[in-house]
């Protein structure tokens, strides 16, 4: 836990695995499902949700958006049924993302 760079490799690995998960309908422990995203942005959406909450929340979530006729492979679709900090969490890092992409590489740097 106290060394950044491993932190960060496994970190990304995690989140790798978590957007397999949403790329196609994965079974989970205790008879849950994963609602594949329709396009790579929410893929990335429904992975941060579950590396934040964790993956069954997000599946149960998503169980709970299509019984109530929401659309279970969008972040909107799910949002109401996550935990509050997990709905601050996904918008914030998407938004730092984007910042960042749209920083110059010497401004990273330098």
Do not use: H, W
Request: hydrophobic share 40%.
């Amino acid at each position: 836990p106290f060394n950044p760079r491993q932190n960060a490799y496994l970190g990304v690995g995690y989140l790798k695995q978590l957007m397999d998960y949403f790329s196609r309908e994965t079974v989970l422990e205790g008879g849950l499902r994963t609602v594949p995203a329709k396009s790579t942005a929410e893929m990335e959406k429904l992975a941060l949700a579950a590396f934040n909450a964790g993956i069954g929340t997000v599946a149960r979530a998503q169980r709970k958006a299509r019984k109530a006729g929401l659309n279970p492979a969008s972040f909107e679709g799910i949002k109401s049924y996550l935990p509050e900090i997990t709905r601050r969490y996904v918008p914030q890092v998407v938004r730092r993302r984007a910042e960042l992409a749209a920083l110059d590489s010497s401004e990273l740097i330098g």
